[in-house]
Nanobody, 123 residues
Framework: VQLQASGGGLVQAGGSLRLSCAAS????????VGWFRQAPGKEREFVAG????????RYADSVQGRFTIARDNDKNTVYLQMNSLKPEDTAVYYC?????????????????WGQGTQVTVSS
């Protein structure tokens, strides 16, 4: 599967953005998908994940209650709605996929990665 992330941009603190992860291939519904982010000088960290059918999600504590992950398998797309953005959310955001039953929180467990989209939150 090939992934392409989009939707990043510059937003003021407290604002919102919606990221999209578009996938190629007819078996997208077989993949769990995760969003990760990486700020300059920091390790890539898990943000949110969703199961194959979209029935279960998980979030990093730092974004719980502010971010929402969802998917539309008919459109081969996973979304990350980000509200109440903070300057510390500034990072390159990546989507990733694997064939696990549940979304994992470590980057090495994902086999396929999108190219990343920059999110910058100004104070």
């Amino acid at each position: 599967v090939q992934l392409q992330a989009s939707g990043g941009g510059l937003v003021q603190a407290g604002g919102s953005l919606r990221l999209s992860c578009a996938a190629s291939g007819r078996t997208f519904s077989s993949y769990a998908v995760g969003w990760f982010r990486q700020a300059p000088g920091k390790e890539r960290e898990f943000v949110a994940g969703i199961t194959r059918g979209g029935g279960s999600t998980r979030y990093a504590d730092s974004v719980q209650g502010r971010f929402t992950i969802a998917r539309d398998n008919d459109k081969n797309t996973v979304y990350l709605q980000m509200n109440s953005l903070k300057p510390e959310d500034t990072a390159v955001y990546y989507c990733a996929a694997n064939l696990k039953l549940v979304p994992r929180t470590t980057a090495y467990e994902y086999d396929y990665w999108g190219q990343g989209t920059q999110v910058t939150v100004s104070s």
